[in-house]
Nanobody, 113 residues
Framework: QVQLVESGGGLVQPGESLKLSCATTGRDFSADTLGWSRQAPGKQRTLVAFISPTSFPNYADFAKGRFTISRDNAKNTLYLQMNALGPNDTAVYFC???????WGQGTQVTVSS
């Protein structure tokens, strides 16, 4: 069974950091482009960042300079390091393949004082 399982979300204060992880099982994703998207309440899902099989990253404008996407193919894990978080980063964060055939269930990130 193919699964993508996110972890690492939580409640943090503005300016703090979080590192999300996405563990993949059931299939070899090392040749896939992988991404992180997020969805805030009442808003559309938005692509945050994606990374090629050779670890070339791309970021949405709001993520540039603050977020870092990475992958460890040996561990079948995708990461998203998020720094300088603000209230606008509050959302459910999803990992997925690109194209989006496989998605995780999401992990909640809440930034609030």
């Amino acid at each position: 069974q193919v699964q993508l399982v996110e972890s690492g979300g939580g409640l943090v204060q503005p300016g703090e950091s979080l590192k999300l992880s996405c563990a993949t099982t059931g299939r070899d994703f090392s040749a896939d482009t992988l991404g992180w998207s997020r969805q805030a309440p009442g808003k559309q899902r938005t692509l945050v960042a994606f990374i090629s099989p050779t670890s070339f990253p791309n970021y949405a404008d709001f993520a540039k300079g603050r977020f870092t996407i990475s992958r460890d193919n040996a561990k079948n894990t995708l990461y998203l390091q998020m720094n300088a978080l603000g209230p606008n980063d509050t959302a459910v964060y999803f990992c997925h393949t690109i194209p989006g055939k496989y998605w995780g269930q999401g992990t909640q990130v809440t930034v609030s004082s």
